[in-house]
T-cell receptor, first 113, second 116 residues
Framework: ETGVTQTPRHLVMGMTNKKSLKCEQH?????MYWYKQSAKKPLELMFV???????ENNSVPSRFSPECPNSSHLFLHLHTLQPEDSALYLC????????????FGDGTRLSIL | KQEVTQIPAALSVPEGENLVLNCSFT??????LQWFRQDPGKGLTSLLL?????REQTSGRLNASLDKSSGRSTLYIAASQPGDSATYLC???????????????FGQGTILTVHP
């Protein structure tokens, strides 16, 4: 148990569907992150939120829309995805300050048909 | 743009061996370097974090060193066990920290298999 919970664990969707990934942390952290892990590529940072404010968008296509309603919850809204978006999406959290280890959830395995 | 490379891509050793995983980064202006472990179907677990001003960190059978000027880090695992089998990832935060808040750049990882 890492203290970071992601749901669902697996998701299969068509290119025209709309779905959302959810992340919740119970660690009292103030920073939350979305990462994408594709086969044969390094883990890529997508978004960073600090105290509910987005501080980083790593040139992510607009078909991915993050939402952070409070410091404990982070969502990734998905619409009109492409087959190359199939990947493991990982959420992480950390205390304020970039010198602290990030705690990761177990990810959502997303498959686009 | 920071790039992180890990060598070897895969490593298979018998139980009990001491082993070294290597990580290199192209921009030596880093804030810190972290080593993670990832088990199949799971997220990442932080193993060690080395600040840019430090040379090494130790946790149990793990020791990580950092040579910032040469852009290298090594993860040393002593007396390896089958339970150490996993993918090991190296990641750096570049820049002065305040402007690179939490922005980790990852290597592709080393897949370690320790067989009994």
């Amino acid at each position: 148990e890492t203290g970071v919970t992601q749901t669902p664990r697996h998701l299969v969707m068509g290119m025209t569907n709309k779905k959302s990934l959810k992340c919740e942390q119970h660690l009292g952290h103030n920073a939350m992150y979305w990462y994408k892990q594709s086969a044969k590529k390094p883990l890529e940072l997508m978004f960073v939120y600090n105290f509910k404010e987005q501080t980083e968008n790593n040139s992510v296509p607009s078909r991915f829309s993050p939402e952070c309603p409070n410091s404990s919850h982070l969502f990734l809204h998905l619409h009109t995805l492409q087959p190359e978006d199939s990947a493991l999406y990982l959420c992480a959290s950390s205390p304020a300050g970039g010198d602290q280890p990030q705690h990761f959830g177990d990810g959502t395995r997303l498959s686009i048909l | 743009k920071q790039e992180v490379t890990q060598i070897p891509a895969a490593l298979s050793v018998p139980e009990g061996e001491n082993l070294v995983l290597n990580c290199s980064f192209t921009d030596s202006a880093i804030y810190n370097l972290q080593w993670f472990r990832q088990d199949p179907g799971k997220g990442l677990t932080s193993l060690l974090l080395i600040q840019s001003s430090q040379r090494e960190q130790t946790s149990g059978r793990l020791n990580a060193s950092l040579d910032k000027s040469s852009g290298r880090s090594t993860l040393y695992i002593a007396a390896s066990q089958p339970g150490d089998s996993a993918t090991y990832l190296c990641a750096v935060i570049s820049g002065a920290g305040g402007t690179s808040y939490g922005k980790l750049t990852f290597g592709q990882g080393t897949i370690l298999t320790v067989h009994p």
